[in-house]
């Protein structure tokens, strides 16, 4: 029988699909898995590397667009964001980056979707599941970097924040000028777009209302990394 490198990685990809086969999204950490089918010089088909794989992206270049402080690569880093408030298995993300604005946002998202990668997009992670990457090896997108109260119009009673901007901060901003904001979901903790997200509200939300009943606009990047503009600073637009 003729087996070329690509089919012999077929079968490889076969076996691991199985029920009951070892837990593995990723074709191209077979050797890691399954250590004693490892072959050194057979190079894995290039549309199963694909997806699913934070190798895919090259590291250098992330941390040229993020500064290599914001590109957690160790197993210690990796490992506390495989995990949140929800009692859920853990899924361990290969690469973790903290963008500190909104265009190097936008510009992992667009990377990380040309290049079939799975996503998870993390506040502070205080939820109940909602921040569990949803595959091994993929990649979670921080939003702590993202921490600027930009704008509180006093005479026209809005705010503008980026997502990371924690809940009690920003209540306490706004208070310092003789404003009130209502919602409090774990707001020691809790970030301004992970409410949002969550439509988080906390206990003031039978008397005030919920999160969803404070948001007036959302500027957000779609699964390809697009800009999309939403709402306005009025309340009737």
């Given amino acids: 029988v003729n087996i070329t490198p690509d089919s012999l990685f077929n079968i490889r990809w076969s076996l691991?699909?199985?029920?009951?086969?070892?837990?593995?999204?990723?074709?191209?950490?077979?050797?890691?898995?399954?250590?004693?089918?490892?072959?050194?010089?057979?190079?894995?088909?290039?549309?199963?590397?694909?997806?699913?794989h934070a190798q895919c992206i090259p590291r250098q270049g992330i941390r040229n667009l993020i500064g290599k402080e914001n590109v957690f690569t160790s197993e210690a880093d990796r490992q506390s964001y495989a995990y949140d408030a929800a009692v859920l298995p853990r899924s361990f993300p290969g690469l973790v980056l903290r963008p500190t604005s909104t265009e190097q946002l936008g510009a992992l998202i667009e990377r990380c979707y040309a290049n079939g990668l799975p996503m998870t997009i993390r506040g502070a992670g205080t939820t109940s599941g909602g921040t569990v990457p949803?595959?091994?090896?993929?990649?979670v997108i921080l939003t702590q970097g993202l921490n600027k109260i930009i704008e509180i119009n006093e005479e026209d009673l809005f705010a503008i924040v980026?997502?990371?901007?924690?809940?009690?901060?920003?209540?306490?901003?706004?208070?310092?000028?003789?404003?009130?904001?209502?919602?409090?979901?774990?707001?020691?903790?809790?970030?301004?777009?992970?409410?949002?997200?969550?439509?988080?509200g906390g206990l003031r939300g039978l008397?005030?209302?919920?999160?969803?009943?404070?948001?007036?606009?959302?500027?957000?990047?779609?699964?390809?990394?697009?800009?999309?503009?939403?709402?306005s600073r009025t309340v009737k637009c």
């Avoid at 009951?20 to 088909?45: D, K, M, N, W």
């Avoid at 949803?134 to 990649?139: G, I, L, N, R, Y």
């Fill in 134 to 139: 949803d595959a091994d090896k993929s990649v």
């Fill in 207 to 231: 008397k005030y209302g919920v999160t969803k009943d404070y948001v007036m606009g959302l500027e957000f990047y779609d699964h390809t990394g697009e800009l999309v503009k939403s709402g």
């Fill in 162 to 200: 980026e997502p990371g901007v924690v809940t009690a901060q920003f209540a306490a901003a706004v208070a310092s000028k003789g404003l009130f904001y209502p919602p409090d979901p774990v707001k020691a903790v809790s970030t301004i777009g992970g409410n949002i997200a969550e439509n988080a």
């Fill in 16 to 52: 691991m699909r199985q029920p009951g086969a070892a837990v593995a999204r990723t074709p191209s950490f077979l050797c890691e898995l399954y250590p004693g089918l490892a072959v050194p010089h057979i190079q894995p088909p290039h549309h199963l590397i694909r997806g699913n």
